[in-house]
């Protein structure tokens, strides 16, 4: 009971000290919690969330249970923190497409897919069963979904992959890395860090 009540004070103080925080989380901070949970993506989390993991570590003695318990809090928030944060005006195209879609259910991969099909040269036809397909996660045909410019620019990324072997939300996570302003060696490294 002691320790819920100071698990508890200390996500309180510390969701309250991070809402004033100017600076993302100290290197200190990331290390401490790498220590628990090694393959943890941090950059999803935010402040206020890494402050929360700080003050579970922080809050027991049983080091053995944190290497358990981390790693799930972590996962969970990061899987939070894939939901969308898509502008309303994405939202409403996508809307526009699929009428009555739950878009707050959306994760930020399905809308940037979507957008990118909404803004392609398509048919509206085409549009509104590709974004269908999108938002209601349904097997669709990779290399359908694709257009020629987007499957060539996939293969200059990825020359020995069979394109339409991918799976369409890798398809399209490749695709807004090829249109990030990162470098190209950059974009190599996060287009093979995803497939391979």
């Known amino acids: 009971m002691k320790r819920l009540i100071n698990a508890t004070t200390a996500s309180i103080l510390a ?19 790498e220590r628990f949970a090694p393959d943890a993506n941090l950059e999803m989390l935010t402040e206020a969330e890494i402050q929360s993991v700080l003050a579970v570590i922080n809050s027991t003695d049983k080091t053995s ?21 898509a502008t ?13 879609v739950e878009t707050a259910m959306l994760t930020q991969d ?5 957008m990118l099909i909404i803004n392609g040269g ?13 938002v209601e996660d349904t097997e669709v ?3 359908a979904m694709l257009t020629e410019g987007q499957k060539a620019d ?20 490749i695709l807004n890395i090829i249109s990030s302003s990162d470098s190209e060696s950059e974009k190599l490294s996060q287009i093979e860090a995803l497939v391979y």
């Open 141 to 143: 045909n990779t290399t």
């Open 65 to 85: 249970e944190l290497f358990t318990t981390v790693p799930a809090m972590v996962n969970d928030m990061s899987e939070g923190a894939m939901r969308n944060t």
């Open 15 to 33: 969701i309250s000290a991070s809402t004033f925080a100017v600076n993302a989380a100290t290197q200190a901070e990331i290390n401490t919690i």
């Open 110 to 114: 399905q809308v940037d897919a979507a």
């Open 88 to 100: 309303q005006g994405e939202l409403s195209a996508i809307e526009s497409y699929v009428p009555g």
């Open 122 to 134: 398509e048919s509206e036809s085409a549009k509104r069963n590709q974004v269908r397909a999108i």
């Open 154 to 173: 996939i293969e200059a990324y990825l020359p020995d992959m069979e394109v339409a072997m991918l799976q369409q939300d890798t398809a399209y996570a």
